[in-house]
């Protein structure tokens, strides 16, 4: 399965609402909490241009945050993006 990367804080409802969702399609997820980085928020932005949290990368796509990614889900677009390889 594809590598899924999701920049987070420990205190974020958005945060645990995309976990919730990716989790229930069978995905690993590799979170990284930038609350605990000395620069995360700056690093955040520099790869994202968004200071807003989650920031979730599927492969090197950057989906974006959860609205993003439920967006996705509506649209039948989350599954492919997924499975791809």
């Known amino acids: ?3 899924v990367r999701m920049n987070c804080t420990v205190m974020c409802t958005y945060c645990t ?3 919730h ?3 229930a399609k069978g ?4 979170k990284i909490f930038i609350d605990s980085m000395e620069d995360g928020f700056m690093e955040l932005f520099r790869l994202t241009g968004r200071r807003t949290v ?3 990368f599927i ?3 950057h989906v974006g945050g959860f609205d993003d990614l439920a967006a996705l ?3 039948g677009e989350l599954d492919p ?3 791809r390889e």
């Open 81 to 83: 993006l997924l499975s």
């Open 1 to 3: 399965m594809i590598d």
């Open 54 to 56: 989650p920031q979730i």
């Open 21 to 23: 969702l990716l989790r």
């Open 17 to 19: 609402r995309a976990e």
């Open 27 to 30: 995905v690993k997820i590799n």
């Open 73 to 75: 889900e509506f649209a």
């Open 59 to 61: 492969g090197d796509r």
